[in-house]
């Protein structure tokens, strides 16, 4: 298969290799496929070599995948790659501490040092549970800040407001802030008096109140203040405006105390994460800038003489300063699209995209204010707008910018001729223009979205493009539900199961409100303390009635199944141990059961908790709707249902745009935490303590905090550019779907909206079973099938000598998996022996016997391969796939390879996150073999070639 030739504007980006290049790259214009030829367009000259390019992406599988496609490029293979500067810049910071910056923390003031074994913490439950460790020292210690702990409602929020400032590269050293920290912290004023005047500029030319004024009428409402706060009148004042000193009276707020509270939580939390030998991805982020910052040699050693930034509108401040601190030369590649921006809830900050040139002035400015740090000019700055697309229809792209000029909310007030600027529209390749723009709407939602899918499914009217560019009735794999918050799409998941239509739903959910959590949770109450709570739960989920249950918890015994599960679970010593128990007797051995066992058992083995301070931990997870990624498939024909922030990057041929309705899309704003940072109004607590204000302690309200609210408006842009996301997703056809409260957007946009009234058909459809090693996407029902083995030559293994024959090869694969299971199983042999020994040795989870299936597009026909693999070794940074080899030679191992390449592709796709490793154990020896992996396109090819007859 031959790749498809650059357009015209690709080509400009593939041969401008030199200078600096802002690249507008709007959704499916072939970014990656630019981007990565463009990569091989620099390595191919003469005196550059891969080390020299540092390229930039935001996930490891967009790193991976970029690797793959370069190889196919240019004269450098995969092996020649693997350690080339293609990574996150979490993965860069963390090899540039490991190689470089054992004393980084020194620079802050910070005694202790990272180590070869300080471990990176990915996980947001288990750093919440060392942070609540931390915080409940530190608030020991410091008796001073008492009043500032009573004001706050959730001690957890401060771990936020720590990872925030340190995206936006605040930092605290140990007299105070590094470099200009403090700046950020007490905002600006000049900032913030513009946005103060424009609200409160007359309308109506001055005949109607200001925005601001009409605002504040609010002022006081559902408030305690303390007694100084001025009253509503003064705040309003008597005109059309407020009085104009309003604006330095809010701002002007003396923070010293604040101040002085956060930089003391953060400064001795970067202590306490340091002490206990691990690091989050902001403190890598955090000491790599300081180290670059402060070490002028190795900042010039470790310079890049070209850089590249994939998905830059994700980037936050501290990661545009990073890349600055690394470009030795201007030749500067970042490569974005503003319109898809929506990660800022991740610290991402759009206006690096779309003030690049300002901010790329004034960062450098701020860098060279005492030693200069980069070099480079910063002119000219060249533009590259791709506008070629290559997924939706022209219906589509058109349609899809009306979601950036449509007001959110009745008081949301578009600058439609800014957005017009500021958008480059983008040009169809569709060869096909078969688009239909629709909404609907019912009290009864989700079953309307149901609804609809059945008649989309086989429907004409809604053909989609197969792989030979023609058209054909869609299946369910075609459609995608898309959403704005998971609880939707949860529940939608929950009434299609009820009538038998094939769904699956992608990405986050609320882990500890799952029944495998509740069920857990349960029984460790039970072994805690035998509390009614507990029992409650495990009865009603035996089938007792609520009279029943009464009945036993006022005193009748237990029954005596119960009691003797209790006392087996009473004998096992690991948490682990019960969890596993547990999840058997009820069945439960599917993802969602992984990932509670995986999150407690890092929980547990990260931090000193007991088993009632895990119980606690739950509760508190469960009351706060932790999330948690869970893919949970329901075959290979489904219905996809994601969150819009979980689709992005992909495609679907036909897009579900659910829940429309008034506080979902854009959700009902909370109130924040009691102690925020923003811009540019910088650190303010909106709630304080007094002991004796008003005769009585109460935690009141902040006056200032509420008027600074008010003037500082919320950022409906960004619900815009979700809307936009979700839209773009679509290749041929979009449908919206509300309930019996349509939000503004739907209400906006031109389409018109059909009442419906939902009949939903039950489906008879045969379930395909979903393991943990499956690739999840939508292929159609009965693809060609194909075994790892259909891929290996079998002449390698004839008249080979010194075999033992397939027999002895089955005994040690079915100890080596009852072993890995822990039944009570001893080695009969030595090589069963040397298994034993390499499976002790293992601190991850053991997955054994998992089933893999792999589907690829090969010359248009969907296939799918599908094995085994023996042992599948989960890490909470790495996955290792381990297939058993009883021979006594090394002939077979090109063959080998095949069949692992199959089983490191899934694993790469179900792990994404994670390093993934491949090798073959030879359990004769005990010898551990890495394969380097076939690349997806030589796997196609090996297909191929066995469809031709060849082997």
């Not at 293994?797 to 998996?817: L, M, N």
């Not at 890490?875 to 692992?900: A, F, M, N, S, W």
Request: proline share 4%; net charge negative.
């Amino acid at each position: 298969m031959t790749d498809p030739e650059p357009n015209d504007r690709q080509q400009e980006l593939i041969d401008s290799t030199d200078g600096l290049h802002l690249v507008d790259a709007g959704a499916g214009t072939g970014k990656t496929f630019t981007v990565t030829r463009r990569y091989a367009n620099i390595v191919s000259q003469a005196d550059v070599a891969p080390e020299d390019v540092l390229l930039v992406t935001f996930t490891n599988n967009a790193a991976a995948e970029m690797k793959e496609r370069i190889v196919g490029n240019c004269h450098y293979g995969m092996r020649e790659l693997a350690d080339a500067p293609i990574q996150t810049f979490h993965s860069l910071c963390h090899d540039l501490l490991e190689e470089h910056g054992h004393a980084a923390p020194t620079y802050l003031g910070i005694d202790d040092r990272i180590t070869g074994s300080t471990r990176i913490v990915e996980d947001e439950l288990v750093e919440e549970a060392l942070f609540g460790e931390f915080v409940d020292g530190f608030s020991d210690d410091h008796p001073e800040y008492d009043d500032v702990f009573r004001a706050l409602s959730d001690t957890g929020e401060l771990l936020d407001l720590v990872t925030q400032l340190a995206a936006k590269g605040v930092f605290p050293d140990a007299e105070g802030w590094y470099r200009d920290g403090e700046r950020h912290l007490d905002g600006d004023f000049a900032a913030f008096e513009r946005l103060f005047d424009e609200l409160n500029e007359p309308r109506n030319g001055g005949s109607k109140q200001s925005v601001l004024r009409s605002r504040l009428g609010r002022y006081g409402r559902n408030k305690t203040y303390l007694p100084d706060a001025p009253e509503k009148s003064e705040v309003r004042g008597s005109g059309k405006q407020v009085p104009d000193d309003l604006a330095r009276r809010v701002f002007e707020e003396d923070r010293t105390e604040l101040k002085g509270f956060v930089h003391d939580v953060y400064h001795e939390y970067l202590r306490f994460a340091l002490r206990r030998n691990y690091l989050n991805f902001g403190m890598l982020q955090l000491f790599a800038f300081v180290l670059l910052c402060e070490n002028h040699d190795l900042r010039e050693d470790v310079a890049f003489e070209y850089l590249m930034i994939d998905e830059f509108q994700d980037s936050s401040e501290i990661q545009f300063k990073l890349a600055l601190l690394l470009a030795g030369t201007n030749n500067v590649c970042v490569v974005g699209d503003w319109k898809q921006s929506i990660y800022s809830f991740q610290y991402a900050d759009v206006d690096n995209i779309v003030e690049f040139e300002a901010r790329l002035d004034r960062f450098v400015d701020q860098l060279n204010s005492d030693h200069e740090r980069v070099s480079f000019p910063t002119r000219p700055v060249t533009t590259i707008e791709l506008v070629e697309n290559y997924r939706s229809t022209q219906a589509i792209l058109d349609f899809s910018e009306h979601a950036l000029r449509v007001p959110a909310a009745n008081r949301d007030d578009v600058d439609v001729e800014a957005v017009d600027d500021r958008i480059v529209s983008l040009q169809s390749n569709a060869a096909h223009e078969n688009t239909t723009i629709e909404a609907i709407r019912s009290d009864e939602e989700q079953e309307a979205v149901l609804a609809k899918i059945q008649e989309i499914v086989g429907n004409d009217e809604y053909r989609v493009e197969d792989e030979d560019g023609d058209l054909r009735p869609p299946e369910y794999g075609d459609v995608a539900v898309l959403t704005r918050t998971r609880d939707f799409g949860r529940e939608l998941l929950g009434t299609a199961e009820q009538y038998g239509l094939p769904m699956a739903y992608e990405g986050g959910i609320e882990l500890f409100r799952t029944d495998q959590a509740k069920l857990l949770l349960a029984w460790l109450r039970i072994l805690e303390a035998d509390v009614d709570r507990g029992w409650a739960v495990v009865l009603e989920r035996a089938g007792y009635t609520l009279d029943e249950i009464d009945a036993i918890l006022d005193g009748e015994p237990y029954p005596e199944n119960m009691v003797a599960f209790r006392e087996e679970l009473r004998s096992m010593e690991t948490l682990g141990g019960v969890a596993r128990r547990v999840f058997a007797r009820y069945g439960y051995n599917g993802p969602t059961a992984d990932v509670v066992l995986h999150t407690l058992q890092s929980v547990h083995d990260a931090t000193t908790q007991t088993r009632g301070d895990l119980i606690r931990f739950v509760e508190r997870a469960i009351e706060a709707g932790s999330t948690h990624e869970v893919h949970a498939g329901a075959g290979t024909d489904s219905v996809t249902v994601q969150t819009i922030h979980a689709t992005k990057g992909l495609e679907y041929p036909i897009v579900v745009l659910a829940n429309m309705n008034g506080g979902r899309f854009p959700p009902g704003g909370g109130g924040g935490g009691v102690i925020t940072y923003d811009d540019p109004v910088g650190l303010r607590q909106r709630k304080v303590y007094s002991a004796d204000a008003h005769g009585m302690p109460h935690v009141y309200d902040n006056w200032r905090a509420d008027v600074l609210g008010n003037c500082v408006p919320r950022d409906y842009d960004e619900e815009r550019r979700l809307l936009y996301v979700a839209i773009t997703r679509a290749e041929s056809h979009v449908v919206f779907t509300a309930g019996e409260d349509p939000n503004t957007f739907l209400e906006e946009l031109p389409v018109e909206v059909e009442s419906v009234t939902p009949e939903v058909a039950d489906v008879a459809a045969a379930e395909t079973e979903q393991t943990a090693l499956q690739v999840d996407v939508p292929v159609p029902a009965g693809p060609r099938g194909h075994t790892p083995h259909t891929l290996m030559r079998d002449d390698v293994f004839e008249d080979v000598e010194g075999g033992r024959g397939p027999e002895f090869g089955t005994q040690v694969h079915d100890f080596a998996e009852a072993y890995a299971r822990g039944e009570a199983v001893e080695p009969e042999n030595d090589d069963e022996a040397t298994v034993a020994a390499f499976l002790d040795g293992l601190d991850g989870e053991l997955l054994v016997e998992e089933d893999a299936t792999l589907p690829l597009t090969v010359d248009g026909e969907r296939v799918t391969i599908s094995g085994v693999v023996d042992l599948v070794h989960v890490t909470p940074d790495r996955v290792e796939i381990v297939d058993y080899k009883t021979d006594r030679g090394r002939h077979g191992e090109p063959e080998y390879r095949k069949q692992l390449s199959v089983y490191y592709h899934v694993a790469r796709a179900v792990y994404p996150d994670r390093e993934i490793e491949a090798s073959i154990y030879y359990t004769g020896d005990g010898e551990q073999v890495e394969i380097d992996p076939l690349s997806v396109d030589g796997l196609r090819e090996l297909i191929e070639h066995d469809v031709r007859g060849g082997h």
